[in-house]
Structure formats: C-alpha cells, structure tokens
C-alpha cells in the first residue's frame, strides 16, 4: 500500500466495521478518531483532517446531519466516506453529497482502493492549491490564499493586521541593475517565512504590499520591534546579494490595526491599515502608524505614542495582559530573558528554568504545532503571572518560575502539568521536560565587624 501519511483521515464512530478501517487505515494515512458527531466536529476545526470515514449510525446525530456538520467546519467540498450495515441508507449519503459509500461487512481491498482513490484527487487539488497560492516573487501566500485565511482569523480571534509597503525598491533597480528588486523580495519572502511561526498568517496581496496577521503580536512594542526588523531584513538582504556594505536604499512602512478592538471583518480590518500606512507615505517612510478610532483622525503614528503617560499605557497595552503566564514571542525572548536573570538574581532566592518537548508517540504523526499550541494554552492557565511561557520551536516550550524553592518545585510541576496529563492527547504525545535551578549568588568582599 502506498504510504500518505500526509494524509490526515477522521474515523468517526466505534462500530465494529469501524474498527477494522481504522485499523486497516492506519497503515498508510494519519488517523484522528472520534466516537461521536459532536467530537468529530471538535476535532475537524482543530486538526483540518483531509477527508472523513465516518459510521452511518452514531448515537447523537443522523448521517445526513453528520455531513451537513462536517462540511460547515471544513468546506463544501470536504469528503466523506459513509461505512454501514444497511445498504438502503447508500441512497440516501450519496444524495446529501457523500463523496463514497462501503457496505459493510467491509471488503478490505475495495475500502482501501476507494480511499486511495479520494487520498489521490486530495493530494493532487494540494499541490495545484500550492502551485496557485504563492506569489512567484516572495514565494508568501498569494492574494486570494492569504486573504481566505485573514478572514477566519480576524472573525475568530484577537490580535493585530499589519499591511507591510516596501519603499523604493524602483531605486535598487536603477542603482544596482535589472532584477536586483527581484531578487531582493525573493530574499525578503525566505526571511519572512523563516521569522513567523505556522500560526501567523504572512501573504502578498495583489497591490504588491505584504499583510501580516498575527494572534500572538498584540501590543504596540510589537509592531515597534517588527518595522525595525523588516527594515534591517531589507538592509541586510541588499548587502547580501550585492556584496557591499552600503547605506540602506530600500525600507519598509507599516499600517496596522488591532482586532476585534476595531471589528472584525477582514476587509474592513484591512481598508483600516492602509489608511494608517498611507499616513506615513509621504513624509515619514519607514516607520509606523497604527489605525485606532480613539484617536483623532484615526491614527495613531509613533511620534504621538510617547506624548504623556496615558498614551505610554495604550502602547504597552497594559490592560491586555491575560491571567496565568506572560506569554511572549521568541522575538522577544532575548531581551525578557536578561531582565529576568539580573531580576533573579537581584531579589529572587531561587528559581527554575524549563524546558518542554513535546514528541508524537507514532514517528508518522505529522507537525505538532497545533498541538503543542493547545499544551502552551493548558499550561498556561495553570502559572502565576509573574511566570513567563515562550514557544521556542515548534515542539518545545521554555518556562520561567521566579521565587520556586527546590521542596515546592516537584510538587507545583505536577500541579501544573496535571491537566494535560488527564487530556486526551497525552497518550498520543510523550512529554518531556528539563529543569535547572537559579539560585541568588551572594555578594563576595569584605565584612566589616
């Protein structure tokens, strides 16, 4: 059997039959199981399985009720494969819009040759979908791929739109020839897709600007330390591709706007940040400008963020600060991490550094990004909020806990680590943890008596 593991099937039910596909499935694709309608849908929205093999009698819905539901989480077009006893409902599935239907007792070759056959049209609509949705000169999401995601996002969650014009770059084709501006938003996209995490959504829209959707970038500092990067990105890459060290020719301005604090139709979201980035255009390129209707006129620009202490507040954002941990981005890692040491050091007696990793049981298990995401979230309800939670790389988690003595740690670990322990993913993925104690050093000198 051909193997597809990149492949992800939701198995819905616990019948018999059901049973003997999972396990015969489990061979070549990644599976997620759910016993009932109610749970497959919980799992549709959180894993985006690829195609369903579901039973036609659950025990809280109807199947036609069942397709309905599934196509709501993952789109009119999403498969799904009806397995049952009684042939009569066959009519019945494919008239609602199944894409097959099995009989079961199951015939083994004819279940897995129709789910080759669905797994085959599947991969081959992926790679025209990835063909078609990436701009050819940045290799970012193309308009149409970024906005479909930009709206889910916005409509769903909180957090910041950011609209990114790259300035002069018609003068680094007439200083450094033909092609060179090419180039330099094809090192420009390899750098973008390196620094944001699978969770932010970074796309080119059809006007040639770059959009930026981020759920973990929500303060003004953020948006501060990003226009500062995107501008050294751009420094950098010239030098790079030219060979020279030279003084900056092309930047980056940046238009943003939070949401849901100003709505949340994309849209809307995205009319919002191009009125903040065309404040800066003609005169102050290569910085900042924030869209909040608080504000008069609706923008708010770097220069008025620091005019009193108000405003200082609005900036730093004070009052978004959730309970549980301070979570921060790696970006911001480096410069958390040195505050905190020299703040340990200082006050605290003792303290301890974690790290999490996070490894599928089954090697074919696919990214655990999504799941490490959910532990990130779990845990974090669990911590004080003078502790501090950052997502290092996609499967690990780096903590900080100030002012934990080495008799308390064992036992706060277990209180912290004891929900998702009790979840249902825990037996799908080991976790293991490394910890180091940080202890006040004692000033070293004279004693004077």
Not at 95 to 107: E, K, L, Q, T, W
Not at 135 to 159: F, N, P, W, Y
Not at 276 to 299: C, M, N, Q, T, W
Request: charged share 30%; net charge negative.
């Amino acid at each position: 059997m051909t193997c597809m593991t990149d492949i992800k099937i939701l198995i819905i039910g616990k019948s018999d039959y059901i049973e003997n596909a999972a396990l015969l499935l489990s061979e070549g694709y990644t599976l997620v199981r759910a016993e009932t309608g109610g749970r497959a849908a919980e799992l549709c929205r959180k894993f985006r399985p690829d195609l369903a093999v579901a039973d036609t009698t659950l025990a809280d819905i109807k199947s036609t009720a069942m397709l309905a539901r599934l196509r709501g989480c993952c789109g009119e077009d999403f498969p799904v494969l009806f397995i049952s006893d009684k042939p009569a409902e066959e009519c019945s599935v494919l008239s609602a819009g199944a894409r097959d239907f099995v009989a079961a007792p199951i015939n083994e070759q004819v279940l897995l040759c129709r789910v080759k056959n669905i797994a085959s049209e599947i991969r081959t609509e992926k790679s025209l979908e990835e063909h078609y949705s990436h701009d050819s000169e940045t290799g970012l999401l193309a308009h149409k791929a970024v906005s479909q995601q930009m709206e889910e996002i916005c409509r769903s969650s909180d957090g910041v739109l950011m609209l990114v014009s790259p300035d002069d770059l018609s003068l680094v084709d007439e200083i450094y020839g033909d092609g060179m501006k090419t180039r330099l938003l094809g090192y420009f996209g390899i750098k973008l897709r390196e620094i944001f995490s699978q969770n932010e959504i970074v796309g080119r829209l059809e006007s040639g600007e770059i959009v930026i959707c981020s759920e973990t970038r929500k303060s003004i500092h953020s948006i501060n330390s990003l226009t500062i990067m995107l501008n050294h990105l751009l420094s950098e890459g010239l030098e790079a591709l030219t060979g020279e060290d030279i003084e900056p020719v092309a930047g980056a301005s940046v238009g943003a706007v939070f949401f849901p604090d100003e709505g949340t139709d994309a849209n809307n979201l995205l009319g919002k940040a191009r009125k903040a980035l065309d404040s800066l255009r003609e005169h102050e390129k290569r910085g900042y400008a924030v869209y909040d209707s608080s504000f008069p006129g609706g923008i708010m620009k770097d220069k008025a963020v620091n005019d009193d202490i108000d405003s200082l507040e609005r900036r730093l954002r004070e009052s978004d600060v959730p309970h549980g941990a301070f979570r921060i981005g790696f970006d911001a890692l480096g410069q958390v991490y040195h505050y905190f040491m020299r703040y340990i050091d200082r006050y605290c007696e003792s303290a301890f550094k974690v790290l999490f990793t996070l490894t599928p049981v089954d090697p074919d298990y696919g990214s655990v990004y999504e799941l490490a995401e959910y532990f990130g979230e779990l845990i974090g309800r669990q911590l004080r909020r003078s502790d501090i939670l950052v997502h290092t790389k996609q499967n690990q988690f780096f903590m900080i806990l100030p002012d934990v003595s080495r008799e308390n740690f064992e036992m706060l670990m277990e209180r912290i680590l004891k929900p998702w322990y009790s979840s249902d993913y825990a037996d799908v993925i080991d976790l293991d943890y490394e910890s180091k104690q940080v202890t006040e050093r004692k000033p070293v000198g004279r004693t004077f008596g």
